[in-house]
């Protein structure tokens, strides 16, 4: 019987990034895969050791995530320099994924307010640098141990309209905080027209539907309005139990339907 052995699947683009090098399924040919996926732990170990020593300091924070494709003379953009400057005045740190659009818009709120403006980078298959007003980089080759940098060294999150990727962090705070695993943590939705569509389908396919519960909606503040959204997460840092109640509510309901499965 022949050996069996194995190797990458031929490159999809011209550079692959270290995330695209970890999901790659290996496929017969050559054993080298065996030789290279165990010592990959060690930089992913590495990778989260850097980002607990860059960030471990950092105090309270916010992250602040939307499109990079927001322009600075879209009032969103403006938006979100205003509010990330407002979080700095009451003495926030901000953080963002260090690209242009919100983000930058964001860090450069921070910077103006004389907060640290934190940008935690991704590498990616084309050009992202980190935008002119982070003034504590991070650049991470692993999307996973990034997203868990956002969530670990913040006490909310505020979410600008955006695609995949602040979708993909939208429902994973959300996901987080209805199983327990974050507690006490604001999210605001900012800008309700954007995501009105959103809610009025989880409110309308997904509740009746038992998927989620009515609780489940009010883990989040949609507003429109910059200093709604500062004071909201300015109060939900002081009034701990309040905002604990609220996110107990929900996991009650997420429990009850699991005893009785």
């Known amino acids: 019987m022949s050996k069996v052995t194995w190797r990458k699947r031929p490159r999809q683009?011209?550079?692959?990034?270290?995330?695209?090098?970890?999901?790659?399924?290996?496929?017969?040919?050559?054993?080298?895969?065996?030789?290279?996926?165990?010592w990959r732990v060690f930089r992913i170990m590495g990778e989260f050791v850097e980002g607990f020593e860059a960030l471990t300091q950092l105090g309270p924070a916010v992250t602040i995530f939307g499109s990079a494709r927001t322009q600075p003379d879209h009032p969103q953009y403006q938006q979100a320099v205003e509010l990330a400057h407002s979080l700095g005045q009451a003495g926030y740190t901000i953080i963002t994924g260090g690209g242009p659009g919100i983000m930058e818009a964001a860090n450069r709120g921070a910077h103006e307010a004389g907060v640290t403006?934190?940008?935690?980078?991704?590498?990616?298959?084309f050009e992202q640098g980190t935008n002119a007003w982070v003034n504590l980089p991070v650049q991470f080759h692993y999307f996973f141990i990034?997203?868990?940098?956002?969530?670990?060294?913040?006490?909310?999150?505020?979410?600008?309209?955006?695609?995949?990727?602040?979708?993909?962090?939208?429902?994973?705070?959300?996901?987080?905080?209805?199983?327990?695993?974050?507690?006490?943590?604001?999210?605001?939705?900012f800008d309700s027209a954007y995501w009105q569509g959103l809610f009025d389908w989880l409110r309308n396919t997904m509740l009746p539907q038992?998927?989620?519960?009515?609780a489940?909606?009010?883990?989040?503040?949609?507003?429109d309005s910059t200093a709604a959204a500062c004071q909201f997460i300015v109060e939900g840092g002081n009034q701990e139990q309040l905002r604990e109640q609220q996110e107990e509510a929900a996991r009650q309901v997420t429990r009850r339907v699991l005893e009785r499965t």
Not at 117 to 125: A, D, F, K, T, W
Request: hydrophobic residues 45%; aromatic residues 8%.
């Open 146 to 189: 990034r997203k868990m940098m956002f969530v670990k060294y913040a006490q909310a999150f505020v979410i600008f309209p955006g695609g995949f990727g602040t979708m993909d962090e939208l429902f994973e705070s959300l996901t987080l905080i209805q199983t327990g695993k974050v507690r006490h943590f604001p999210v605001v939705l």
């Open 210 to 214: 038992g998927k989620i519960a009515a």
């Open 216 to 223: 489940d909606l009010d883990l989040v503040l949609i507003t």
């Open 117 to 125: 403006s934190v940008g935690l980078n991704i590498e990616l298959p």
């Open 13 to 38: 683009s011209p550079r692959l990034t270290h995330d695209e090098q970890l999901l790659s399924t290996p496929e017969p040919v050559s054993d080298s895969f065996i030789h290279s996926d165990p």
